[in-house]
């Protein structure tokens, strides 16, 4: 009988002043917040996107000005600020490209577990870091 009487764990909702800071946050939960700031990141600086693919297929005056861009500047923005954002771009792509296959993965194979959560979610985070590392590198010219 005292085994029923046992007091079951209480849950609280945080609050956002003074828990927030010490609250650690585990990573489907990174994932998750990632995943939007990444769409919003692409919806963001979709007119950047448009004017790299209209700038580099136009003609070749404007690809010549496209290469330009990276590398000299345009106008008052720096070379390497352009790159900057590019590889925010490509950050934002791939995170959220990769953690769109992981939640379609976890829907088509019912695959809900909080071990499974945590350790797509390394993969996820594990995988769009280390491809952007590795395109960012190229695009700064380090190899």
Same mark, same amino acid.
């Given at each position: 009988?005292?085994?029923?009487?046992?007091?079951?764990?209480?849950?609280?909702?945080?609050?956002?002043?003074?828990?927030?800071?010490?609250?650690?946050?585990?990573? $489907?939960?990174?994932?998750?917040?990632?995943?939007?700031?990444? @769409?919003?990141?692409?919806?963001?600086?979709?007119?950047?996107?448009?004017?790299?693919?209209?700038?580099?297929?136009?003609?070749?005056?404007?690809?010549?000005?496209?290469?330009? $861009?990276?590398?000299?500047?345009? @106008?008052?923005?720096? @070379?390497?600020?352009?790159?900057?954002?590019?590889? $925010?771009?490509?950050?934002?792509?791939?995170?959220?490209?990769?953690?769109?296959?992981?939640?379609?993965?976890?829907?088509?194979?019912?695959?809900?577990?909080?071990?499974?959560?945590?350790?797509?979610?390394?993969?996820?985070?594990?995988?769009?870091?280390?491809?952007?590392?590795?395109?960012? $590198?190229?695009?700064?010219?380090?190899?």
């Amino acid at each position: 009988m005292t085994e029923l009487a046992k007091k079951r764990p209480e849950f609280k909702n945080i609050h956002a002043i003074k828990d927030l800071t010490t609250y650690r946050l585990p990573p $489907a939960g990174w994932v998750s917040i990632l995943h939007r700031a990444s @769409g919003l990141v692409m919806f963001l600086l979709l007119p950047f996107i448009i004017w790299l693919f209209d700038t580099s297929v136009s003609s070749e005056y404007s690809y010549a000005a496209f290469t330009g $861009a990276f590398s000299q500047g345009l @106008g008052f923005v720096p @070379g390497w600020f352009i790159k900057l954002v590019a590889l $925010a771009l490509i950050w934002a792509y791939l995170h959220h490209f990769i953690a769109g296959v992981r939640h379609l993965w976890m829907d088509v194979a019912h695959a809900v577990s909080k071990e499974f959560g945590r350790s797509s979610a390394i993969v996820t985070l594990v995988l769009s870091i280390g491809l952007t590392l590795v395109l960012g $590198a190229k695009l700064f010219g380090l190899y």
